[in-house]
């Protein structure tokens, strides 16, 4: 089954490096949480606040090694109480864990997103 695996991460400044760096782990994160290998990501949509603006978050898949994960950057809706300095991820991956065993990961303060999750399944970070 194809399920969708949902994480977020911020930012304290509009920076390549720092954007691909979050990014990255949050992507290393995801994977390890869910025990999904590469080969199991049918593809991975990210998307950034509207403050966003210094690389494709989307770069951080390569280099992580996922060369063959097929992704896409999209922009976020700039709404007045959105959370500035926002990376946020949407990974459909295989796997038979059932919709709440699969683990989604919020850091830094992307974590006030989803509060409602259990904190040992967020990642606080």
Same mark, same amino acid.
């Given at each position: 089954?194809?399920?969708?695996?949902?994480?977020?991460?911020?930012?304290? &400044?509009?920076?390549?490096?720092?954007?691909?760096?979050?990014?990255?782990?949050?992507?290393?994160?995801?994977?390890?949480?869910?025990?999904?290998?590469?080969?199991?990501?049918?593809?991975?949509?990210?998307?950034?606040?509207?403050?966003? &603006?210094?690389?494709?978050?989307?770069?951080?898949?390569?280099?992580?090694?996922?060369?063959?994960?097929?992704?896409?950057?999209?922009?976020?809706?700039?709404?007045?109480?959105?959370?500035?300095?926002?990376?946020?991820?949407?990974? &459909?991956?295989?796997?038979?864990?059932?919709?709440?065993?699969?683990? &989604?990961?919020?850091?830094?303060?992307?974590?006030?997103?989803?509060?409602?999750?259990?904190?040992?399944?967020?990642?606080?970070?």
């Amino acid at each position: 089954m194809i399920r969708g695996i949902r994480g977020a991460t911020t930012v304290e &400044h509009d920076d390549a490096e720092e954007i691909l760096a979050r990014t990255g782990e949050l992507l290393l994160d995801m994977a390890r949480a869910n025990q999904i290998e590469p080969d199991m990501i049918s593809s991975i949509c990210f998307t950034l606040s509207p403050d966003l &603006h210094a690389t494709f978050p989307a770069e951080a898949a390569r280099r992580v090694g996922w060369r063959y994960v097929p992704v896409i950057c999209m922009r976020e809706l700039d709404v007045p109480h959105g959370l500035p300095k926002t990376i946020r991820v949407l990974m &459909h991956a295989e796997t038979s864990r059932r919709p709440e065993q699969v683990q &989604h990961v919020y850091r830094g303060r992307a974590v006030s997103l989803r509060e409602d999750l259990d904190p040992d399944v967020s990642a606080r970070g």
